[in-house]
């Protein structure tokens, strides 16, 4: 018991002496800031050891009865590490676009007679859904109907009298051209009155008006907008250095931040075959259907490509992953002599980052135990005990 209290007691004096240095240190011309750090390694060094001894001594007192009431082993799930395969990802942010859009626009002038779909509403395909003002036509329609009627009689009272060899030919012609002229000039007039129909492509929804009941409406002019959620294209601007590692018909993976629960693999549907001058950037696309109507166009989105796999790599969660002065570490499960269980902090190489997890290129080798649950929870040379196994 005493020598616990001695190893506590210098564990403490320690501690002030090392913050004491580090304030001396700071205000002191003569130590530079790599000896100020050497020092804080060589105190760091000297708090672990001294923390294990006394967890090992606690330890020991436990185990013959005579604990001093405390609990110092901290509850941690670990995992042994092995070789695994690493696929090296990289993400671009792209944008949703409805596969079928279409603004409707007339192909003649006039005033808009009616609207006969509000936003919102359902729409299918040859369904009426605007109307100009066809007066005018109308009118015409009726009038040459008129005329039409009394050519078709002149010609074939001229016709009877041909036939029977009576008058002349140019009369003959003149009176089959008139009732001809007129017959075109009413499927004419008809044709431009079915123009001031207005007709949805395809089913899907009315999303937008520009226009209002009564106003002018020219060729081109934006009446409404229809859309057809049932597929969707997602859009990405890809640099040009992923080129290689980028073709149609290969598998990438599709989240998107508004439905953080949705993950999908998706088959690249086009390849776009011109880089972009001004961002050095290709558009990569995808094609998916839409059930439910669940996402929009404009939202946003992410695209997964793999782009390398490295075999027998060291993975793990890069939530595991602290940092220091000294660099990236993790803290791993060592075996004393005495059969206990010993944090210890592993300073590790980072390599490349994937989905969640990272390639460790030095510090951890397979074999190695791995705190997983519990590790923001324990300090190197701490006893800890192992509850589970990943």
């Not at 564990?11 to 700071?26: E, F, K, V, Y």
């Not at 791993?332 to 290129?361: F, H």
Request: proline share 4%; aromatic share 6%.
């Amino acid at each position: 018991m005493k020598k616990i209290l001695r190893l506590s007691s210098f564990l403490l004096l320690t501690l002030t002496l090392l913050m004491q240095s580090c304030g001396n240190g700071s205000s002191s011309s003569d130590d530079d800031s790599d000896q100020i750090r050497g020092r804080i390694d060589e105190y760091n060094a000297e708090i672990s050891r001294l923390t294990q001894e006394v967890n090992e001594l606690h330890q020991t007192l436990n185990a013959r009865g005579e604990g001093t009431g405390r609990n110092d082993e901290v509850p941690v799930t670990v995992s042994k590490l092995e070789p695994s395969v690493f696929a090296d990802f990289f993400r671009v942010s792209a944008t949703v676009e409805a596969v079928s859009s279409a603004t409707i626009s007339p192909e003649t002038s006039g005033h808009i007679r009616r609207l006969y779909v509000e936003k919102g509403e359902p729409v299918t395909r040859g369904q009426v859904v605007a109307r100009l003002s066809t007066d005018v036509v109308e009118g015409q329609i009726e009038e040459i109907k008129t005329s039409l009627q009394l050519a078709e009689t002149v010609y074939q009272r001229q016709k009877r009298l041909w036939d029977k060899g009576i008058g002349s030919e140019i009369q003959y012609l003149e009176v089959k051209n008139q009732a001809e002229r007129l017959r075109n000039n009413l499927e004419t007039m008809q044709l431009q009155k079915e123009m001031a129909v207005m007709k949805a492509p395809f089913d899907g929804f009315v999303d937008e008006h520009y226009i209002s009941e009564g106003e002018l409406a020219m060729p081109g002019t934006p009446v409404m907008e229809i859309i057809s959620l049932k597929e969707l294209y997602i859009n990405a601007d890809v640099s040009e250095s992923y080129l290689p590692h980028v073709s149609e018909g290969r598998d990438v993976v599709l989240r998107f931040p508004a439905y953080p629960d949705v993950e999908m693999t998706v088959p690249v549907h086009r390849v776009g075959h011109v880089i972009n001058p001004e961002n050095r950037s290709f558009r990569l696309q995808l094609r998916i259907p839409n059930d439910n109507d669940r996402f929009k166009p404009n939202m946003m989105a992410n695209i997964s490509v793999q782009a390398a796999e490295i075999h027998e790599a060291i993975v793990i969660p890069s939530m595991l992953i602290g940092y220091d002065t000294q660099g990236h570490y993790v803290y791993l499960a060592d075996e004393s002599p005495a059969g206990n269980w010993i944090a210890r902090k592993a300073y590790i190489e980072r390599g490349k980052d994937g989905e969640g997890i990272t390639q460790v290129t030095g510090g951890l080798e397979a074999g190695n135990m791995l705190i997983r649950q519990g590790h923001r929870n324990v300090t190197s040379g701490e006893a800890i005990r192992i509850e589970s196994y990943e």
